[in-house]
């Protein structure tokens, strides 16, 4: 059994640049990977060794499960629809937002 306990983090300014750099980095690996799948590259085999990302390895893993999971359900649509079907992008991370709210609360 796994327990699950919500924590409210109250990050400094460094932190928070350092959240956002992090984030960023996460969000750009995963759209070069679904790109790279898009494109005709296999990701099924893919290790944290083929990620090029200045992550850790945990965060590159997720990156891999995150780009299988779009291209699977890509592929999904693709299949079901007579229409062209766009390749997902991401765009922004809800942590980012969530921390922007926490900044501004703080300075209040």
């Known amino acids: 059994?796994?327990?699950?306990?919500?924590?409210?983090?109250?990050?400094n300014k460094y932190q928070t640049e350092l959240i956002k750099a992090t984030m960023s980095e996460y969000i750009s690996t995963v759209n070069k990977l679904v790109f790279?799948?898009?494109?005709?590259?296999t990701i099924t085999k893919m290790t944290t060794a083929d990620v090029k990302a200045d992550?850790?390895?945990a965060l590159c893993n997720q990156c891999i499960r995150d780009a299988k999971s779009i291209i699977r359900k890509y592929n999904k649509a693709l299949r079901n629809?007579?229409?062209q079907v766009r390749l997902p992008v991401l765009k922004k991370c809800a942590v980012i937002s969530t921390i922007k709210i926490l900044e501004s609360v703080m300075t209040v």
Request: hydrophobic share 30%; aromatic share 4%.
């Open 1 to 11: 059994m796994q327990l699950t306990e919500t924590v409210k983090l109250y990050p």
């Open 36 to 41: 790279d799948a898009a494109n005709g590259r």
């Open 55 to 57: 992550l850790p390895s």
């Open 81 to 83: 629809s007579n229409t």
